[in-house]
């Protein structure tokens, strides 16, 4: 019997896409499930008639494989992992390939590289963006890990992964070790902040405005014909016209809670240790966490009563503000995620390349836009940029942006429409670009009580003083540090 070209283990709704997937691009398949139950529907359903092959245990799965053979696991991130890992060591070869394709924190999949080559196997850790029709029809892949391993699965992946309109295939090599999931991680992140700047621009229509959810779809399908062209615009104006039973808006029917599964926390973690300041994605997350709060909020909104917003400027005015508000944010956005990225492969010896990321994510993921390109052509004229609002072409958007991002947010400050992240972008935004900051006064202050010293204007960078502010305490200082 012919060997399989690869195996899958897991097949939920993911894990059945993908492997429909690689069938379809003349791939043979072998496949493995927990649940015996679930692999033999699959083969009596979906899978039938195709190059597709059923295993009934992981020996039968790992024996139905050419060589370097090559396994996929498309399940529950976390122990599951592990436990999984430890059940095919034995049963692999020198030169076999485990593939984690879930989203498994990039910290495991550090750990996960370093063990699986340490018992003479290659490992590969890589996000897979798009969801169930991207899994399907081609997702973005982010893959890291072993290099050694890269030329054994780059035949698969970039064969079913989404390609751009010149035909670039969106998966491509990130790095070693954990690097493929620390990029799906801050593509996560990112996610969430796009989500929620969407959300910001809906709730200023709808109680700023008073916007009907047929008004807010045509004007996110304006958006989507021009800068603003992303999947994420797209499917709300789908989402706002879509009715519910009695014909009203679907989307008014929808408790106001979001749920999460912790991407967005890990990046928001991750920006802490790196000492990267990730206000926007963080605000996001925590927007998510104030939505949770329903109860407690129905009750506060009781105790302070708030008017109704009252708008008299001119709509459509204000609506060109908003698109305009919105962009700049999510240059922002895009801005702080790229800085983590560098600050991590700094620590973490990663050599990433930001054009070819951002071409990953031009097509298949959830945050594929038009804007992708824009970030491409930044980092291929200057891989060394510093910060996107740096670029020329960034820097000039932001600079047009200005006076709408601020008439923006001064409006909803000014009527309670709370706006956590496109007030996040702004703050950033004016800090970074700030000569001056009152960071002075705060290293006096801590110096005052934990003599943490500070340095001078007058004195060369790297040389620290201490002042006895007090006149009673001593010149002994404590040692500095740096987050």
Sequence with gaps: MEKANIGLIGLAVMGENLVINMESKGFSVAVYNRTQERVTRFLEGRAKGKNIVGASSLEDLVEKLEKPRKVML??????????????????????????????????????????VEEHGKLYIGTGVSGGEEGALKGPSMMPGGSPEAWPL????????????????????WVGENGAGHFVKMVHNGIEYGDMQLICECYHLMRDLLGMSAQEMHEVFAGWNQGELDSYLIDITKDILAFPDVDGKPMVDKILDTAGQKGTGKW???????????????????????????????????????????????????????????????????????????????????????????????????????????????????????????????????????????????????????????????????????????????????????????????????????????????????ATTYDV
């Design 267 to 477: 990046t928001g973690i991750a920006a802490l240790d790196e000492g990267v300041p990730l206000t926007l994605i963080s605000e996001a997350v925590f927007a998510r966490c104030l939505s949770a709060m329903k109860e407690e909020r129905v009750e506060a909104s009781k105790e302070f009563p708030k008017e109704k917003p009252v708008f008299s400027g001119d709509k459509e005015a204000f609506l060109k503000d908003l698109e305009k508000t919105l962009y700049a944010s999510k240059i922002v956005s895009y801005a702080q995620g790229y800085a983590l990225m560098s600050a991590a492969a700094k620590t973490y010896g990663w050599n990433l390349n930001y054009g070819g990321i951002a071409l990953m994510w031009r097509g298949g993921c959830i945050i594929r836009s038009v804007f992708l390109g824009k970030i491409k052509e930044a980092y291929e004229k200057e891989p060394g940029l510093k910060n996107l609002l740096l670029d020329p072409f960034f820097r000039d958007t932001v600079k047009g942006c200005l006076e709408s991002w601020r008439r923006v947010i001064a409006a909803a400050v000014l009527q309670g429409v709370p706006t956590p992240a496109m007030s996040a972008a702004l703050n950033y935004f004016d800090g970074y670009t700030s000569e001056f900051l009152p960071a002075n006064l705060l290293q006096a202050q801590r110096d005052y009580f934990g003599a943490h010293t500070y340095e001078r204007l007058d004195a060369p960078r790297g040389e620290f003083f201490h002042t006895n502010w007090t006149g009673h305490g001593g010149d002994t200082a």
């Design 74 to 115: 498309m399940i529950k991130a976390g122990n599951p992992v592990d436990e999984m890992i430890e059940r095919l060591l034995p049963l692999l070869e020198e030169g076999d390939v485990i593939i984690d394709g879930g989203n498994s924190h990039f910290p495991d999949t550090i750990r996960r590289t370093a063990y």
């Design 153 to 172: 699965v780059k035949p698969i992946l970039q064969s079913i992964c989404a390609k751009v309109e010149t035909g670039e295939p969106c998966c491509d």
